[in-house]
């Protein structure tokens, strides 16, 4: 396997990034816009502050992605983070990207001071579950509900 680099958001890269969190949202069956995708990646760049994402990186080319949004809580005591995506294309699945990913995110939330991160499973994707469970994640038995304004 070609080596695996993560790299921090970088702006050059915004095209493939949408193009990546439009496959994974689109797996989940989550209607989006690429417009909204540009808008969000753009404030990001911004304001760090919201968060902050990292791409896998092969040969050039971006092969998986990860968005942890920065959240300050009452819960966790303090600046926490939310693992809104990990995304890894199906092709580099099984292949360690998606740990070397986790293990990154998690590295940043660290040195950020963050005192927790949160990640919810797609009910249709348990086979997740695993890895998240690998690096010291908990089950948190509740259940999730939106309102969209």
Not at 17 to 34: C, W
Not at 47 to 59: R, S
């Amino acid at each position: 396997m070609n080596e695996i680099d993560i790299q921090p958001f970088n702006a050059e890269q915004l095209a493939p990034l949408v193009a990546l969190f439009e496959a994974q949202l689109r797996e989940h069956g989550i209607p989006t816009s690429p417009d909204a995708l540009f808008s969000v990646l753009r404030t990001l760049e911004a304001q760090p502050q919201h968060g902050f994402l990292l791409t896998a990186v092969c040969d050039g080319s971006a092969v998986g992605v990860a968005y942890a949004a920065s959240i300050l809580s009452l819960e966790h005591g303090g600046r926490s983070g939310w693992l809104e995506e990990l995304y890894v294309q199906p092709a580099w699945r099984g292949r360690g990207v998606g740990t070397r990913l986790l293990k990154a995110v998690v590295a940043a939330a660290g040195q950020r001071g963050w005192q927790a991160l949160d990640v919810e499973v797609d009910a249709a994707h348990q086979r997740v579950v695993s890895l998240y469970a690998r690096h010291g994640f908990q089950p948190v038995h509740r259940s999730r509900f939106v309102r969209h304004l």
